[in-house]
């Protein structure tokens, strides 16, 4: 029975990958009773019926699964973040990638639009690099890329082989226009960026993996701008900061949140310049946030 990935699921039918071959299919009778549901990124055994047409046999189990974007079975995120037009947000950054960390995948960061780096004023220039090396410092991928330059997409292509991604980030970094660069044939719809807010457009309407090269998926999620945290424990959220995970276990109490305690490591070397006070002023916030969470309830 062949095993394929769903590349694409609307009310009725579903889109499944088998090798490079695509069938549009219809989910066995019993799965419908049971209300079973699909999602973009199962994995599945099909029934062919002819060349074009088949029928969901069984959903394999999943790996893991995201609510926004809805997609299962994800291995690697890339946080696109523009240098311009939106300016870059480092809440919404760190944010993302809590999120990202909390479910145990891959982060890459793509700062778009690089090419616009040198249009804006040297002190937003000098803002921007020094935003860049942070994050580079820290260990993650970052990325800088231009639609206009075939080599920082290629990148994104290699990096994404024998993997499903998903392209996450705020509404008008130029998520569609990054995969339209890497297959023009799609011509994935763009949209222009508000003159009035600065912020984007919605452009992508539907959740669908495309391929990227031979063995990669791609998943054109909608913008966003406004993530719930999962459920955490105010204790564990450093654990979701890779610079601070080093200097937790050196903190005098160990149910430190690292905000007002004593003999906290991590304030330490906030103190010393080793961790980005950028960085945890964004992490008291998302404290704060937990912990009002938790009052409520």
Not at 156 to 181: T, Y
Not at 222 to 236: A, W, Y
Request: net charge negative; with cysteine.
């Amino acid at each position: 029975m062949p095993k394929g990935v769903v590349i694409k699921a609307m009310s009725n039918y579903v889109q499944v990958a088998v090798d490079r071959h695509i069938y549009l299919c219809t989910l066995r009778g019993r799965m419908r009773k049971e209300k079973h549901s699909v999602m973009t990124g199962d994995y599945v055994q099909i029934t062919v019926t002819d060349d074009e047409t088949g029928v969901v046999e069984t959903i394999l189990p999943r790996r893991n699964e995201l609510t926004r974007p809805p997609v299962a079975n994800v291995d690697q995120v890339f946080v696109v973040l523009a240098v311009t037009r939106p300016s870059p947000n480092s809440n919404l950054l760190d944010r993302m990638l809590v999120i990202v960390e909390e479910k145990g995948l891959d982060a890459v960061i793509c700062f778009s639009k690089f090419d616009l780096l040198k249009t804006l004023p040297s002190e937003e220039q000098e803002q921007i690099e020094q935003l860049v090396n942070i994050y580079e410092e820290i260990g993650y991928p970052v990325l800088r890329t231009n639609t206009k330059d075939p080599e920082s997409t290629a990148v994104i292509r290699e990096m994404c082989q024998n993997k499903v991604s998903v392209l996450a980030g705020p509404s008008g970094v130029g998520k569609s226009s990054l995969l339209n660069a890497m297959h023009p044939t799609l011509d994935l719809p763009t949209g222009a960026v508000s003159s009035k807010s600065g912020q984007g457009r919605h452009t992508t309407r539907h959740m669908n993996l495309l391929r990227v090269g031979e063995n990669g998926f791609m998943a054109d999620s909608p913008g966003f701008s406004v993530l719930e945290f999962p459920e955490i424990e105010p204790r564990d959220l450093g654990f979701f900061y890779p610079e601070m995970v080093p200097w937790i276990p050196h903190c005098k109490f160990t149910s430190c949140v690292h905000h007002k305690e004593p003999g906290c490591a991590v304030k330490n070397q906030v103190s010393n310049g080793g961790i980005s006070l950028e960085r945890y002023s964004n992490y008291l916030l998302f404290l704060e946030e937990i912990m009002n969470r938790e009052r409520r309830y």
